[in-house]
Each structure stands twice: as C-alpha cells, then as structure tokens.
C-alpha cells in the first residue's frame, strides 16, 4: 500500500513539473517586443514608456523602461535574420525582486516579418523574444 502511495504521489509531482510552453500559443502569437519566460511574459514594449536600443558591433538588442526598473538584453553570436537560423546568445532581463541571466544559450528564429520583427525561442530554457532589426 505505501508503495502505491508514494508512485501515486511522484506521479502527481512529474506532472504537476511538466509546465507545457507551446511556441505557437504563447511566442508566435504576440505582436510586441517582449521577453517570455516559461510561458510568463517578463517584459513588453511600450513605446511610450520604453527605449529601444541596438549595438551593431556586439549584435546586442536592448528594451529598456525610462525608469531603467524593467529591461532585458540580448548578446547574439550572430545578427538574426533568417527562418530557421539558429546561433547562441547571453539574455539578461529584470524581474520584480531580481534580474536572472542566462549565458550562451541556442536561440532559433521562429519567424520574421517585413516590419523587422524577429521571433526568437530557446527550447532548453524556454525564453522567447521578439525584438526588431532597427
């Protein structure tokens, strides 16, 4: 009977663990620049409250509030450009009581428009950005 019990319960924890971030839903489906994390949104562009800022000689693409209090930053290894591309990159954001950086993870590009919005996901860690080619 304990056996059951606890296969019962380590069961419930595997799933209750298993939070499920589908790209299409949740990324493909925005139309701001944002940050997503785990299916969260972290940051959204809002241009009248936000800067926008690109550094061409890092492939460095930065949001950023007016007040400096919420931002993120993407470092590519390479410029993003293409459907299907795929390249490394350091992601550094802000959240409400810390900032959480990720180092040399692979980003793909999900999707892009004429607009220059590019759609970026990792699936190790389950980030997803849009930023725009400025």
Avoid at 29 to 50: A, V
Avoid at 80 to 105: C, H, L, M
Avoid at 120 to 130: D, E, R, T
């Amino acid at each position: 009977m304990m056996k059951k019990i606890i296969l019962i319960l380590s069961a419930a924890a595997m799933a209750a663990s298993c939070v499920k971030y589908d790209v299409t839903e949740i990324l493909l489906q925005r139309t701001d620049i944002s940050l997503t994390w785990k299916g969260e949104l972290q940051m959204k562009y809002n241009p009248k409250t936000c800067q926008l800022g690109y550094n061409a000689a890092s492939n460095e693409y930065r949001v950023y509030d007016d007040r400096l209090g919420y931002w993120f930053i993407l470092r590519c290894s390479e410029t993003p450009s293409y459907t299907g591309q795929v390249f490394k990159a350091d992601v550094e954001w802000t959240t409400e009581n810390d900032t959480k950086i990720e180092r040399s993870i692979e980003f793909k590009v999900e999707k892009t428009n004429r607009d220059g919005y590019i759609w970026l996901w990792s699936k190790s860690k389950k980030i997803g950005a849009v930023i725009r080619q400025l």
